[in-house]
């Protein structure tokens, strides 16, 4: 045994240091594409960064919101961890035979918790399997690669415990309880002899170690990268990321290009989100768009980068991606990689054969369009990718630098420019709304200033309050409101510009930051302090965004500015209002800025009311389909969103659906008109529902 003693070992020791050298080669390489990314600087809070750690890779919070795969994914990544405690002592066995982990009486115990692990995982596998291939979720890839892993860990935990088992029979051990699974196998063969035993386990010690060196290799060079990556891009992210987009320095002479037309112009951050995708299709499976068959996936959008990415990296830093290399010279990352050796990172860029474009050939201009930024992939995706914002970067790039518009967006975008209002309306009309209702009292700033009185809040009106119909009387609502809970407020008027939120959503960030500069030197010239608007698109942009360009101001929703007058005892709902309700979540208060409840709270105390939840609430709610410009440009491909979403409030049975946007319950309205429910389920504001019981107005609002 003596020579084979030390084959063995000089065998594990090349094998393992092969496969260490080639699992640090290729994170290097990934590291070194991330790198061709715009450098970009993050505060250094660790213990905030920590924390998200604990709760989002720890604690698993996103992934648990599917719970059965949630929990399959929970056994795997803990089981894998404590299992590989076994797997040392395991790999100790077959290297000193006749010995084991250190661990005294303890041994016994840990052995017996091992084989737990394992057979939980065993059982995670067969459930994952059953998901993919049997239940066939359709947000879940297919075929031999997507199951990979899974051969991998069976592979793994079936070798350990039929290696275990030869063990007991290679050293004529006795069967024990703490190893019930082995000890049930090596009962199984007991016929064999010591001799078979032994060849037996280090058969299966070899298939063990072979996988396990194996996996090593293959998860920095597949989707399981997300096991490296995953975490990290959970610690890069900002608190705020998504609420917000990235502002674009005109003033900067260097700039050639705005937004991002190639890939190396993506942030660094941004592209680790490309490698942490764990392409679960958790995002694509919630997306509006895709679940309506138009041509985005948010899923397909981080991989086709990705691997336009691991491409492009190869090409310009002569360092292959797949390894062994020989194993995979056939390959394009691998053939770039070589045309680039002995080259700079400048002279391979334009010498190698690879100019695909990114929007075009790698990413459609149908597929950007499609978004309508409602980020409910990026609520769902389990390691916090921002999928929004390289959409976003992509159609700024067309907008401003190419020039390619979709005619709808661009009449909207070009009736803002002249005249503040994407229906190119008189801007000089933007106070008229008002006059509809004589029992309403809605002053301006200017009125309030030549009456010398003081105003607490700027009621800021937006386009849809000012001169869409159905929308005044949401505005007038809340008003009348305010009126009676004796709120003192005023509003801009005429000189209210568009907020911006449309254009920079659209892409326009050159129109975006002319009306922000242009709302924020009116706010400063009568040094408001508070905003409340109907707009929550409107509210996402005061509160997060305007900041960026040095403007800071209390800013609240009309749902929060009510509830906390309703808490104040200023209104008080008396009349009831017998109605089936459903409250549909505006993506821009709910998952931007984390309202839900205020709303609820509402509802629930206007006496007479009985409100019913959709399937898909709060974080997990639907879009309506409007936001990201979207509500200005025609839907001609699959079916529409706003329908899908009334079809799925219709489910409940509602009497009314109910929202706190204008944009929304515009989308709503039209949706119960495509389903010919307009008659039976009426489409209300909160403000509304509240005036009715406080004031005892019961006209039906159409």
């Not at 997300?226 to 674009?248: F, W």
Request: net charge neutral; glycine share 8%.
């Amino acid at each position: 045994m003596g020579a084979l003693f030390w084959l063995n070992w000089i065998a594990f020791l090349t094998v393992t240091a092969y496969s260490i050298y080639l699992f640090i080669y290729v994170v290097k390489t990934r590291i070194a594409y991330i790198k061709l990314g715009k450098k970009t600087e993050f505060d250094h809070d660790i213990k905030q960064r920590l924390k998200k750690i604990g709760v989002n890779v720890f604690g698993q919070k996103k992934l648990l919101k599917d719970k059965k795969s949630g929990f399959i994914h929970v056994v795997f990544f803990y089981g894998f961890i404590l299992v590989q405690f076994g797997a040392i002592d395991f790999i100790w066995k077959g290297l000193v035979p006749t010995s084991h982990l250190p661990l005294g009486s303890l041994y016994p115990g840990f052995k017996f918790f091992q084989e737990i692990v394992t057979l939980c995982i065993l059982i995670a596998v067969i459930g994952a399997f059953y998901r993919r291939y049997i239940e066939k979720l359709a947000r879940l890839k297919r075929g031999i690669y997507a199951g990979l892993v899974l051969i991998f860990i069976g592979g793994l935990m079936l070798s350990v415990l039929f290696g275990n088992a030869m063990s007991f029979i290679w050293h004529q051990e006795p069967v024990t309880w703490t190893e019930p699974v082995a000890s049930g196998i090596a009962m199984a063969f007991s016929w064999m002899s010591p001799q078979a035993g032994a060849v037996s386990f280090f058969i299966a010690w070899w298939v063990h170690l072979i996988l396990l060196l194996a996996f090593l290799v293959y998860v920095p060079q597949s989707k399981h990268a997300h096991l490296i990556a995953g975490p990290a891009n959970v610690y890069l992210s900002e608190s705020d990321e998504g609420k917000k987009l990235s502002t674009i320095d005109f003033e900067d002479e260097t700039q050639e290009t705005f937004g991002v037309g190639k890939i190396d112009e993506f942030t660094d951050l941004q592209l680790v989100d490309l490698y942490a995708c764990v392409e679960c299709g958790r995002c694509t499976n919630m997306c509006p768009a895709s679940g309506t068959g138009k041509a985005l996936s948010p899923m397909h959008i981080m991989t086709k980068l990705r691997d336009h990415l691991t491409n492009y990296g190869a090409a310009v830093t002569s360092k292959q991606p797949w390894v062994p290399t020989y194993a995979f010279a056939g390959t394009m990352g691998n053939k770039l990689a070589k045309a680039a050796i002995g080259k700079g990172v400048k002279e391979a860029a334009a010498t190698v054969d690879y100019h695909p474009s990114m929007i075009g050939e790698i990413i459609t201009e149908e597929e950007l369009w499609a978004c309508t930024t409602c980020r409910n992939c990026e609520d769902q995706c389990p390691v916090m990718n921002n999928h929004v914002s390289h959409i976003l970067d992509m159609r700024r790039y067309l907008v401003l630098t190419e020039g390619k518009v979709n005619p709808d967006a661009q009449r909207a975008m070009q009736n803002i420019e002249r005249q503040g209002n994407p229906w190119g309306l008189n801007r000089k009309e933007k106070e008229i709304w008002r006059e509809a209702r004589e029992d309403v009292y809605v002053p301006t700033v200017k009125e309030r200033k030549k009456a010398g009185e003081e105003f607490e809040y700027l009621l800021w009106v937006g386009s849809m309050g000012a001169f869409d119909n159905r929308s005044q009387k949401i505005a007038l609502a809340f008003a009348k409101l305010l009126n009676e809970a004796k709120v003192q407020f005023a509003i801009l008027g005429n000189k209210e510009k568009n907020s911006g939120d449309t254009p920079r959503r659209l892409g326009n960030e050159f129109l975006f930051q002319e009306l922000a500069t242009a709302n924020i030197k009116e706010f400063e010239k009568h040094q408001i302090k508070k905003i409340v608007t109907i707009d929550p698109h409107a509210y996402n942009l005061f509160k997060n965004e305007y900041p960026d360009f040095g403007f800071q101001a209390e800013v609240y929703h009309h749902t929060e500015l009510l509830y906390q007058l309703i808490q104040a005892g200023r209104l008080k709902p008396k009349f009831n209002v017998e109605e089936r309700i459903t409250f549909h979540d505006s993506c821009y208060l709910g998952r931007y800025n984390e309202v839900y409840d205020p709303p609820r709270e509402i509802l629930k105390a206007i006496p007479g009311i009985t409100l019913v939840e959709m399937d898909r609430n709060r974080e997990n709610g639907m879009c309506c389909g409007a936001g990201g410009g979207l509500m200005w440009m025609e839907e001609d491909v699959g079916q529409r969103v706003n329908v899908a979403r009334t079809e799925q409030a219709l489910e409940v049975n509602p009497s009314i659906i109910s929202s706190g946007c204008p944009y929304c319950l515009t989308m709503l309205s039209d949706g119960t008109k495509a389903k010919e429910v307009e008659d039976d389920v009426s489409t209300y504001d909160i403000a509304e529902l509240l005036e009715k019981s406080v004031c005892g107005n019961h006209e039906k609002v159409s």
